[in-house]
Structures are given as C-alpha cells and as structure tokens.
C-alpha cells in the first residue's frame, strides 16, 4: 500500500486552519471515518465480483451464485480516535 504523500498532507492541514488539536483529532476521525467506509465499500465488490447497484444472476458455467447487494447496515465501531459510526454494505 502506497502512503500518503507529506506534500498532500502538508496542504491538507494547510487547508483546514486548525486551531485546537480538538479539532485536528475530530480531523482525524473523519479521516479514519472514511478510510474504514472505503474499505467496507470494496470488499463486497471483491467478494461479489460486480459493483454496487448490479444484481448477478446464477451462471453454472462461470460458478456464479445469484446475489443482490441490498442495501446497508449502521454500526458504531469503537477505536483510539472515538467512536466512528459507518455503514455496512449487505448482499
């Protein structure tokens, strides 16, 4: 996995004026936040073979079993940053 640049962080923080290092830690979740919902939001697409809104149907040649992605769960997940609410995909 590649790592974020310094220069591409350097212009967030450059960006947000931060004035608290409350707010760089609420920052932080966020940012967390969204790494996490990107990583729910691609695993189905890996398990499942086929993006979000397209419904596979069963295919004995290719082995593929019928599967909808439906929708998404809430869930609370506690880390060091706090409690970061995401949603999870369901097929």
Do not use: C, W
């Amino acid at each position: 996995m590649e790592k974020a640049s310094k220069e591409m962080l350097r212009e967030f923080v450059n960006s947000q004026h931060f004035t608290s290092t409350t707010e760089i830690m609420n920052s932080m979740k966020e940012l967390f936040s969204d790494v996490l919902q990107q990583v729910m939001e691609a695993e189905p697409e890996e398990k499942l073979g086929y993006e979000n809104s397209k419904r596979m149907t069963e295919n004995a040649e290719s082995g593929h079993v019928k599967n909808y992605r439906n929708g998404y769960s809430k869930k609370t997940v506690k880390t060091q940053l706090g409690e970061v609410d995401i949603k999870v995909p369901r097929d």
